[in-house]
């Protein structure tokens, strides 16, 4: 198993142009989340799915959206990328009630 | 939503001694409280977890209690060493995993 794979692992942005980042889990999980990583700010969480067709906002959901057509995948996108979103981005996935499984991260920088 | 609260936010200690990481959460319908550590430059892993229906668990030098009446887990590392350095983070979760905002731990040799 891959476990959870998320692309690209860096990425610039110059502001206002968009992008999506993708996660991808192999292990059959309900539940898929994102959050951002900023120092000082521990993990916040974004946007998350209970299951395929299902997603709701999190913490930080301004300026980002997921959706959830497959139970592997769980992209986020950048409608119009800000220098406030200048962080580490990360995938996770997890079964109720069970450990979350994180991907290895997107570094992203907007200038 | 729940509200997690972690301390202290860095924490040096001499090597071989023990390490004491502490969190508190607001909705007392969390069930599972799990610890994650995170190198430098690497995702968080999970360390330890523990389920509202238990008290206390241990794994070799590591521990984590749980008092859910006063809404309050802590880590427990003892005989620390360098590679124990990490950021640490502790968890709270019903519907959806809350994070404390990190304990950044640094064993001194």
């Known amino acids: 198993n891959a476990g959870v794979t998320q692309t690209p692992k860096f990425q610039v942005l110059k502001t206002g142009q968009s992008m999506t980042l993708q996660c991808a889990q192999d292990?059959?999980?309900?539940?898929m989340s994102w959050y951002r990583q900023d120092p000082g700010m521990g993990l916040r969480l974004i946007h998350y799915?209970?299951?395929?067709?299902?997603?709701d906002q999190g913490e930080v959901p301004n300026g980002y959206n997921v959706s959830r057509s497959t139970t592997e995948d769980f992209p986020l996108r950048l409608l119009s990328a800000a220098p406030s979103q200048t962080s580490v981005y990360f995938c996770?996935?997890?079964?109720?009630?069970?450990?979350?499984?994180f991907g290895n991260g997107t570094r992203l920088t907007v200038t | 939503g729940e509200n997690v609260e972690q301390h202290p936010s860095t924490l040096s200690v001499q090597e071989g001694d023990s390490a004491v990481i502490k969190c508190t959460y607001s909705?007392?319908?969390?069930?599972?409280f799990p610890w994650y550590k995170q190198e430098l430059g690497k995702r968080p892993q999970l360390i330890i977890d523990?389920?509202?229906?238990?008290g206390e668990k241990k794994d070799q030098r590591i521990a984590v209690t749980l008092n859910k009446t006063a809404k309050h887990f802590s880590l427990h590392i003892t005989e620390t060493q360098p590679e124990d350095s990490a950021v640490y983070f502790c968890?709270?979760?019903?519907?959806?995993?809350?994070f404390g905002t990190g304990t950044s731990l640094t064993v001194i040799p």
């Open positions: 909705d007392s319908a969390s069930n599972y």
């Open positions: 996770a996935s997890s079964n109720r009630n069970s450990p979350l499984h």
């Open positions: 968890a709270a979760t019903g519907n959806q995993f809350y």
């Open positions: 292990m059959n999980h309900e539940y």
């Open positions: 523990i389920r509202s229906n238990v």
């Open positions: 799915s209970v299951g395929a067709g299902i997603t």
